[in-house]
C-alpha cells in the first residue's frame, strides 16, 4: 500500500470515527432528555387539603411542604447537571482552576477533586 493509500485510509478513517462519536453524543443526551424522570402532578402552589388549627391553606404551614421541595429539586438538579454536561462546563470549571488559582501548589488531586 502506497503512503497516499494509507493516508487517505487514515483520514477517512479518523472522520467516520468523528461521526461516530457526534452520533452517539446526540443520541445519549437525546436519550437522556426524553427519559427525564416525570414530575407528578401535584399542586405546587402552597394549597394542602389537609386543615391548620388556624384553617389557613398557606405554603408556609403546609405540612408536606418539606417533601414537595425535596421532590422538586432533586428533579431540577438533574435536569441542570444534564445541562451542564451537554455545556462541558465541568471541563471548563477544571480549565479555569488550573490557569487562574494562585496560592497553592497545583496538583492532581486539586484538579480532579470534582
Do not use: W
Not at 45 to 52: A, E, H, R
Not at 63 to 85: G, H, N
Request: overall charge positive; proline content about 3%.
Amino acid at each position: 500500500m502506497s503512503t497516499a493509500n494509507l493516508s487517505l485510509l487514515l483520514r477517512r478513517t479518523g472522520l467516520v470515527a468523528t461521526a461516530m462519536t457526534c452520533y452517539g453524543t446526540g443520541v445519549y443526551f437525546a436519550g437522556q432528555y426524553m427519559t427525564k424522570p416525570s414530575s407528578d402532578d401535584d399542586d405546587h402552589t402552597g394549597s394542602s387539603n389537609k386543615s391548620n388549627s388556624n384553617n389557613c391553606n398557606c405554603y408556609t404551614t403546609a405540612p408536606d411542604r418539606i417533601e414537595t421541595f425535596q421532590k422538586i429539586a432533586k428533579v431540577y438538579d438533574d435536569e441542570m447537571s444534564r445541562e451542564e454536561l451537554a455545556m462541558f462546563l465541568p471541563l471548563l470549571r477544571r480549565s479555569l482552576l488550573y490557569f487562574n488559582a494562585k496560592g497553592m501548589k497545583k496538583t492532581k488531586e486539586m484538579l480532579f477533586s470534582f
